[in-house]
């Protein structure tokens, strides 16, 4: 069976969805759209595993633009995302990042928070003595300085996020089919002309957005191009602890551990100190993580938290860009009907909706003027121009 879309999407996360929202509500875009989703339940989605967090502090313009661009979609959320009179609701909460800084790292600390504040986002840098002062229950002995981006960083229901554009992006008559992509089928040497399914359907497609996140590499080689991204898996660690803490913000340690609040109780984790192989798509917990890692650094950091009860934890993959941990967006320069959207390494969900209105004006326009995403294409990994994101 054949059947022609305007604009085929291979993956249905937020990412995807985000781009078929905005591509959908686009006033000057009449074409059909189908996403492609192999994972229809979302059980090992990315997007479904996410800790949905939303943050500024990033040390590179284009990421930080990202950030103040989706921020502004996700207050307003609610409206533009609402079925009818039923608003979108993300529960998005704002109290904040705490990046904590080492003195050995407070001369690049302070750099950064020149770049955040020359584009405009009002990042606090707090010393020692006023650590210790304003967050009592953190041990700051061994702190030079604590970036605080108090009202402009948080977090929310990512999942939330995810199925609202989905939801939104479906009323506004996009088709989403629960299928693999086994093929991509060039029509030409330089044109996508089809993309071939696991149940028997051939989509032929105007253009074909990858947006298929740890899973992506793989689609990219079906027209024979390399991306250098690959599944990284992430474990979230719950904890109760006796321990209370007031308005905690989003807390990154100088030993590599994350923590925020989640009602009552506590996530955290760690970047992994044992990667995954490239091919491992497993979602297996590792537990010695909190045992070995976390839970003695918890323990110095917040010497509350040396009473604590690990109580679940689930692992999900990032899209890995080992190139320079950013996103890889725009057209293909040799398939210039192939368009990349991946690659975020950790930040998709919170770059969904700057992702999503810059794809969408890319097709629509063959430029960007919602937000200019133009340094992540896809030349600057030959050219070998990497945007270097790093949290400290």
Known sequence: MGTHYDVVIVGGGVVGSSIA??????????????VIERDPYYTASS?????????????????????????????????????GDEPADIGLHQPGYLVLTTPERAEAQRAKNRVQRDMGVEIELIDQANLARRFPWLNADDLALGSFGRGCE??????????????????????????TVTGLAMAVRNKVGAVVLDNGQRLSAGTVINAAGPWSAAIARMVGTDLPVVPSKRCVFVFETPARIENCPFVFDTSGFWLRPEGQLFLCGVPPVRENDPDDFSLEVDYDLFDEVIWPALAHRVPGFEQLRMLRAWAGLYEYNAFDHS????????IPNFVLATGFSGHGMMHAAATGSGVSDLIVYGEYRSIDLSAFHYERIADNKPIEEHVY
């Open 21 to 34: 929202y905005f591509l959908s509500a686009n006033p000057d875009f009449d074409g059909s759209i189908a």
């Open 47 to 83: 997007s479904s595993l996410s800790t949905s967090a939303i943050r500024q502090q990033f040390g590179t313009p284009p990421n930080i633009a990202m950030s103040k661009f989706s921020l502004d979609f996700l207050r307003e959320v609610g409206t533009r995302l609402a079925i």
């Open 154 to 179: 948080g977090w929310f229901d990512g999942p939330g996020l995810m199925q609202a554009f989905k939801r939104k992006a479906r009323a506004q008559k996009v088709e989403y089919v629960a299928a």
């Open 327 to 334: 996103g890889i967006i725009g057209r293909h320069p040799e």
